[in-house]
């Protein structure tokens, strides 16, 4: 019996149990898209200028998924063998920076004085205002410290200048961080987002096209901001109207006006809740999937293939993607390449040739809207052509 007590010949108990908690449904995702962007590559952070995009072709799986993941879709492209020269220039970000940073000078004294002349001229000027310190460790740690930072504004009362500051939004199931160029608390406790871009305002006024581009960013940071209020209580207000700055004529003095986004903040929001979940996206796709630009062209060929794209002319503005998609939608014969005004017109008929079978009577439903315009204008198109005929044999006996 003796066996069974000296400590020496005890039987060691076995260590406690170790099991690693379940993953959480997050864990998951974030792994799993780690795995599509490549385990060492690093992930590249959405912006409101993409989101924008994002949500103006909420039907495209396949940037749902590389945006979702973080992949870079420059690189994925040059790889393809289609680079894009989607983007801005040097040149351009270059003045950008520095007209910005002209703006913000001196603790943004002229961007408050904009600010307080367009968009909140009853209230105190904004003489001293505040300007807190939005420095942190990594994305998470600063949209805290953003979140922090206008709840203290609130609370302080007065001009409050945040430069820069972290936004996080919920995107189809993945987080996004976003960097409005500022955003203002007024005396009220309001917030407005500024926007400063470097394309210049003509006797007051800019291009049209390019101001409607920074009206649909600024309502993805409106839509962010609105978020971090919704948490507060009470709920300060996020104004609607975005202040946007720019040189004035062609010298670099800045100039602003205030822009309404609430049209391009409800279409936002309407899109971005219409997009499939990043999740649903990545479940479908086949086991061992990888968009890491260090694969094999063919690897990632087949790889983008896997994904469903939904293109469209605009895209070539929009998506560093766009020549490759391009180049595979005119291979399959596809109407969108057309533009998506024609492929709502043509209904069922999905490809070129299909089009052009129900335009010769080859196939088609003839009580189909559709195809009987295909047929009349087929017809109209074939009278023309044989009066142009008889025309040019009539000619020379004049």
């Known amino acids: 019996m003796s066996e069974f007590h000296g400590s020496a010949s005890r039987s060691p108990l076995p260590p406690p149990s170790r099991t690693p908690p379940p993953a959480t449904r997050e864990k998951g995702l974030r792994q799993r898209l780690a795995e599509l962007r490549g385990p060492d590559v690093p992930a590249k952070a959405l912006d409101a200028r993409a989101l924008a995009a994002l949500a103006a072709n909420p039907g495209c799986r396949r940037r749902a998924i590389l945006d979702g993941a973080g992949v870079d879709k420059a690189a994925l492209a040059a790889r393809l063998g289609a680079p894009s020269g989607f983007g801005q220039s040097q040149f351009a970000l270059t003045r950008g920076n520095a ?89 009220d406790g309001s917030w407005t987002v500024v926007e400063i871009k470097s394309f210049p305002m003509l006797d007051g006024s800019a291009d049209p096209a390019k101001v409607g581009a920074a009206a649909r960013q600024s309502a993805v940071y409106v839509l962010a901001l609105e978020d971090v209020a919704a948490r507060l209580d009470p709920a300060p207000a996020v104004r609607h109207r975005v202040l946007l700055v720019c040189p004035r004529d062609f010298s670099n003095l800045p100039t602003a006006s205030a822009v309404d986004v609430r049209k391009q903040r409800a279409v936002t929001a309407r899109q971005l809740a219409r997009l499939t979940r990043v999740e649903d996206i990545a479940g479908a796709l086949p086991e061992g999937t990888c968009f890491a630009p260090d694969r094999p062209a063919e690897e990632l060929t087949a790889a983008v293939a896997s994904v469903p794209a939904a293109y469209a002319p605009e895209c070539l503005s929009a998506c560093e993607l766009a020549f490759h998609c391009r180049g595979r939608s005119r291979a399959d014969g596809a109407v969108t390449s057309l533009g998506r005004p024609l492929r709502a017109e043509l209904g069922g008929l999905t490809t070129v040739e299909d089009v052009l079978a129900a335009a010769r009577g080859e196939s088609g439903d003839p009580d189909d809207p559709a195809v009987a315009a295909l047929r009349r204008a087929a017809a109209l198109r074939a009278e023309a052509l044989a009066q142009a005929a008889g025309r040019e044999v009539a000619a020379p006996c004049r």
């Open 99 to 187: 007209f910005e940073a002209k703006v913000k000078a001196d603790g943004g004294a002229e961007l408050l004085r904009l600010v307080h002349s367009r968009l909140d001229p009853g209230a105190e000027p904004p003489a001293g205002a505040s300007v807190p310190d939005l420095s942190a460790h990594g994305p998470e740690g600063r949209t805290a410290r953003t979140a922090l930072a206008l709840r203290e504004a609130v609370a302080a009362g007065g001009w409050t200048l945040l430069d820069h500051p972290m936004l996080a939004l919920d995107v189809a199931g993945s987080l996004a961080f976003l960097e409005p160029d500022a955003v203002v608390v007024h005396p």
